[in-house]
């Protein structure tokens, strides 16, 4: 199995709310296709604040638990394709916001 974790940082509160919002669209619409369950799965969301942030800002976390290698090389890359900058930018997410790590479990 493979893992991603993808952080975004938001610079004010107004913006990760979109962020979050934009994800539970994103989840729903996802699930409606239920023969791409079996291959994929976000983990969890998570937001960790700024603390010294006035505006309250902070980071949207996201995990993707990857079931099957061949979609995953196939998908990696997808949050930096045309479809996902133009989602960032109406969201008001530059993409050096944005990181995205991946990990594989090793074979016994």
């Known amino acids: ?3 991603s974790e993808c952080t975004y940082y938001c610079p004010d509160e107004a913006t990760g709310r979109r962020v979050i919002e934009a994800l539970e ?20 969301t998570y937001w960790e604040a700024e603390t010294d942030n ?14 099957d290698q061949e979609f995953f090389d196939e998908r990696r890359d997808a949050w930096f394709g045309r479809m996902h900058q133009k989602i960032y930018q109406d969201l008001g997410i530059p993409l050096e916001n ?5 990990w594989a479990r090793l074979a016994a």
Not at 25 to 44: V, Y
Not at 98 to 102: C, N
């Open 1 to 3: 199995m493979t893992r």
């Open 25 to 44: 669209e994103s989840d729903k619409r996802l699930r409606e296709r239920p023969e791409e369950l079996m291959l994929w799965d976000w983990q969890a």
């Open 54 to 67: 006035p505006n309250g800002g902070g980071t949207v976390i996201l995990g993707v638990a990857w079931y």
């Open 98 to 102: 944005i990181e995205v790590s991946h």
